[in-house]
């Protein structure tokens, strides 16, 4: 096969599972076509190619927010132009894997907040849950529509050096990042128009109409134009750019909390003819700011009284209140064990090895081990509040290990796992970065939803593991293929 | 029995016009084989309809909106509520055996939860203190009692130097405080001995004078005794909370109880009175009568506190920007 200067200097990252080359440096069949449409670019088309990405992104805004010292940094999120591509095989696991992992996780919720049944049964040791901030004993005996409560999820996944696929996390609360999941789509169609109907990749565009399904399908009241909205934080928030996004492409309202009011245990929202009666409520606000009456009484982001309107099954709230004991990480290593449990199955996808560090003997383990570890605390995400053992200094690691001892509930360890490494276009030439995937799965009442795809995130510095916005990441679009 | 005729009134005054007010009350008392309801009304500004339910501690919460422009909204609760007085541990069991017994509750719902003891600063003085009290072979009964009577003596009951917000460290340095301060103290010191210990929100109603938090709601805690249950220690009275004390609602602390508490939108200022008496059935002339101006017992969304009130408007655009920043998106 005839390849360019730019796609021949590629070399594999040793003792990694390279997505596109296979152990004997050959490209992998699913990464062939691609490949082969990519060299026959010149260089300087591929350069402005990345530059008419670079562009698009900037004129349509699409940004985050990283926070720094207290100040907000709106930035682009990178975009690099060569694809991740799944193949349909692999992405079956996938599919399969999370809605088992999602089915266990619906189902500890409503067994953690009515008869809790797997702690009586000692499956999950009581304090782990009762001492998680997240284990809201406002949601006890609360009953939420169709038992779901987590109707959308984003799973962590990463592949180990044998390229099999571990879940890194649960993100069961506020899952983001699948803007960009459709937004790197449509980018590539305009960067390669020819190249997605070539190579059968399944379209992920679906998304904003199953969500949108599923939202009214949870309207208590029985009619036929229920009213959804979308409650954002506000324009600081980082995710903002995702909320106006998704109200958009599902043509629903963008609210925040000061458009809404309760009456009388109903939700309204303000509208320039009055109150408008609101049904379902997709919130991306915290828990503990949803509602100033009951949780913290400094917020104002949230609307007084509307947890006595969920109460009463006034309002539907995506995702539930209170589903942060579910994706707590120490709640994470007892995943495996629910699936067991509840679905009687054996977990298609694997947990990395997690270290309570309330355990002393787990303690003590990580201490001498730290080099290789990752440490997390137990309730932070995008990569805040993490040690990386390998790259940490004497310093670091002993401040770090401070921290721990002062509450080590609080915080986890999991081995350094060799992420997978994908192509990406780089300085004009192909080059091995980390990366990982995070599918989104919707729960509704006819069963969970996973679009064919997800976020890849990749960390674009050279030997880096870390793949978080935050934290210096860019992102791929994602093809699964038929 | 005695029966007891308790009327709790509310009110918030503003110094200008609210609205939106949404509030939350537990001011239904527990119905229980030591204490029942004969009748109770509730009678709110503007006459929202009040919604209830059973809340995780087992008590019955209500909570309504007031949206209409208001610039006060008073709260009316009348009960009679007849009392039976309760027998005494008999504490027959050996003590060891008695803490063992508690002991093994420590990972059960719902010990557990009665049992966690909240971050404070002052913890190895404490410690040294609770050592210095508890005595050897000394029963859970004994022991609780016993610190019961530590609190009493060495707090200083002294209304207005402290508020819903002081912190335990703070009200333990003061040395001083009001019933829900003493009951907090000693409910730390209990769960510390693993005895668990939770908060009870109520109303005090002896038939003699010189009890102290009368004309208020008042507070107290609840040990549980292994072979007898949950038993009421007073220790802004140093006494056993029996037939005088009515309950409202038990939790792990005053936030799970707070009688009443709301947010608004509004103007900055207001003042809170809290008047509570108490009609003996006994002697019905006799009413026995007294208010209480208590600072801030709400939140306010808007802005409240001295610090701020230079600049509501700034105030409120900083928690914005903080606050929507500080908005996990995993």
């Given at each position: ?108 919720l409503?067994?953690v ?11 999950i040791p009581i304090d782990v849950i009762y001492s998680c901030p997240h284990f809201l004993r ?149 828990d ?34 209170g589903n942060g004991v579910a994706d707590d990480k120490a709640i994470y290593?007892y ?23 309330r ?19 137990t309730n ?29 509930r609080n ?72 | ?115 966690k ?214």
């Amino acid at each position: 096969m005839y390849q360019s200067a730019h796609f021949s200097e590629y070399n594999a990252i040793s003792g990694v599972w390279d997505e596109m080359y296979n152990e004997n440096h050959n490209i992998r069949e699913h990464y062939q076509r691609v490949i082969s449409y990519l060299s026959k670019e010149s260089a300087d088309n591929l350069n402005k190619k990345e530059e008419l990405a670079r562009r698009l992104f900037m004129t349509q805004g699409i940004t985050f927010t990283v926070y720094n010292s207290g100040e907000g940094i709106e930035k682009i999120f990178p975009f690099d132009i060569i694809p991740r591509i799944i193949t349909g095989n692999e992405w079956k696991l996938v599919e399969k894997g999370i809605k088992q992992r999602l089915t266990a996780l619906n189902l500890f919720l409503r067994d953690v907040y009515h008869d809790q049944f797997i702690i009586k049964d000692g499956i999950i040791p009581i304090d782990v849950i009762y001492s998680c901030p997240h284990f809201l004993r406002e949601m006890y005996q609360l009953d939420v529509p169709h038992d779901i409560y987590v109707h959308i999820a984003g799973i962590d996944l990463i592949r180990d050096e044998k390229g099999d696929f571990y879940v890194l996390e649960d993100n069961l609360r506020t899952p983001s990042g699948v803007s960009y999941m459709l937004e790197n789509r449509e980018i590539t169609k305009r960067l390669f128009p020819d190249l997605l109907p070539q190579c059968n990749v399944r379209s992920v565009t679906d998304y904003p109409n199953i969500l949108y399904k599923n939202l009214m399908a949870l309207s208590p009241r029985q009619i036929s134009n229920p009213t959804v909205v979308l409650l954002s934080p506000g324009i600081y928030n980082s995710a903002y750019f995702e909320h106006t996004t998704l109200a958009r492409l599902m043509g629903v309202e963008l609210v925040e909390g000061r458009d809404l009011v309760v009456s009388n245990h109903k939700v309204y929202m303000k509208t320039t003819t009055g109150l408008q009666q609101v049904d379902v409520i997709y919130r991306r606000v915290d828990d503990e700011f949803l509602d100033p009456l009951v949780f913290n009484p400094a917020s104002v982001l949230g609307v007084a009284g509307i947890m006595s309107a969920y109460r009463k099954g006034n309002v539907a709230i995506v995702n539930a209140i209170g589903n942060g004991v579910a994706d707590d990480k120490a709640i994470y290593s007892y995943v495996p064990e629910m699936i067991r449990y509840y679905l009687n199955e054996e977990p298609l996808l694997k947990n990395v090895p997690t270290y309570q560090l309330r355990n002393a003997d787990e303690r003590e383990y990580t201490f001498a081990n730290i080099n290789t570890m990752v440490v997390k605390k137990t309730n932070e995400s995008g990569g805040y509040g993490m040690l990386m053992g390998h790259a940490a200094n004497e310093q670091e690691i002993a401040d770090y290990k401070k921290e721990i001892l002062k509450d080590p509930r609080n915080f986890i360890a999991q081995p350094t796992i060799s992420l997978s490494a994908a192509p990406c276009y780089l300085q004009g030439s192909l080059q091995p970065r980390r990366i990982d995937l995070r599918p989104y799965a919707l729960c509704g009442p006819d069963g969970i939803e996973i679009v064919p795809g997800g976020l890849t995130r990749v960390a674009l510095k050279e030997g880096s593991l870390v793949v978080n916005s935050s934290q210096g990441g860019g992102s791929k679009d994602t093809w699964v293929l038929d | 029995m005695p029966e007891f005729k308790i009327q709790h009134i509310t009110r918030y005054t503003y110094e200008g016009m609210v609205r939106d007010s949404a509030n939350q009350v537990i001011l239904f008392p527990i119905v229980d084989v030591h204490q029942d309801v004969l009748k109770h009304t509730l009678t709110i500004t503007g006459n929202p309809v009040v919604d209830t339910y059973v809340d995780y501690y087992g008590n019955e919460v209500g909570s309504f909106t007031y949206l209409e422009k208001h610039s006060r909204l008073v709260i009316n609760s009348e009960v009679l509520v007849v009392t039976k007085p309760r027998e005494l541990p008999a504490d027959a069991m050996p003590a060891s055996e008695q803490w063992q017994k508690l002991q093994a509750l420590q990972y059960i719902v719902p010990y557990i939860d009665f049992l966690k003891h909240e971050y404070f600063e002052a913890l190895p003085e404490l410690q040294t203190v609770i050592e210095q009290q508890k005595q050897d072979n000394e029963t859970p009964y004994q022991t609780a009692l016993r610190l019961c009577e530590y609190v009493y003596r060495n707090f200083k009951y002294l209304p207005g130097v402290t508020t819903v917000e002081t912190t335990l460290t703070e009200v333990w340095n003061l040395k001083a405080g009001v019933c829900q301060d003493f009951a907090h103290i000693l409910i730390l010191m209990l769960r510390l001995l693993n005895i668990p210990a939770r908060y009870v929100s109520g109303y005090i109603c002896p038939n003699r004078n010189g009890m102290r938090g009368e004309g208020a709601t008042h507070a107290w805690a609840e040990v549980y005794l292994p072979d007898y249950g949950w038993l009421g220690i007073d220790p802004t009275n140093n006494c056993v909370a029996n037939e005088t004390h009515v309950r409202l609602a038990v939790g792990r602390n005053f936030s799970d109880c707070s009688p009443v508490k709301g947010v608004y939108k509004g103007s900055s200022g207001h003042m809170l009175e809290v008047k509570v008496s108490v009609e003996y059935q006994d002697q019905p002339s006799n009413s026995n009568e007294s208010t209480s101006i208590l600072p801030g017992n709400s939140f306010v969304q808007a802005a409240e506190s001295e610090v701020f009130t230079t600049n509501s408007y700034r105030r409120y655009r900083e928690a914005l920007l903080l606050q929507q920043q500080q908005q996990q998106q995993q």
